[in-house]
Nanobody, 125 residues
């Protein structure tokens, strides 16, 4: 299974970006896909996830109401729509895939088996 993240870039505070995570090797519906981010000098943290089969979503508190994770089964791709961006959202964003993750574990990167290269998001203030 391979994941490829794209869509990062430079955006002004208050703006929007949409990240994509293309999945190959398995159908996206059979994989829980999570987005994580790592800001400069900080640890990587959970952002959002969409669970396999059920499509239920989970968000980290600081992005609730601003970010939306979704899945396009036909394109085998997961998206992260990011609105109302601020400087604290500046980070490298990674998508990851895993299977049979229980709801309480989707925020733990140790549960994910497959990782894509990150895409850089820079928010200017």
């Amino acid at each position: 299974v391979q994941l490829q993240a794209s869509g990062g870039g430079l955006v002004q505070a208050g703006g929007s970006l949409r990240l994509s995570c293309a999945v190959s090797g398995r159908t996206v519906r059979s994989v829980t896909v999570g987005w994580f981010r790592q800001a400069p000098g900080k640890e990587r943290i959970f952002v959002a996830a969409i669970r396999e089969s059920s499509s239920s979503t989970v968000y980290e508190d600081s992005v609730k109401g601003r970010f939306t994770i979704s899945r396009d089964n036909a394109k085998n791709t997961v998206y992260l729509q990011m609105n109302s961006l601020n400087a604290e959202d500046t980070a490298i964003y990674y998508c990851a895939g895993g299977s049979r993750l229980i709801l309480s574990s989707v925020g733990n990167e140790n549960g994910y088996d497959y990782w894509g290269r990150g895409t850089l998001v820079t928010v200017s203030s």
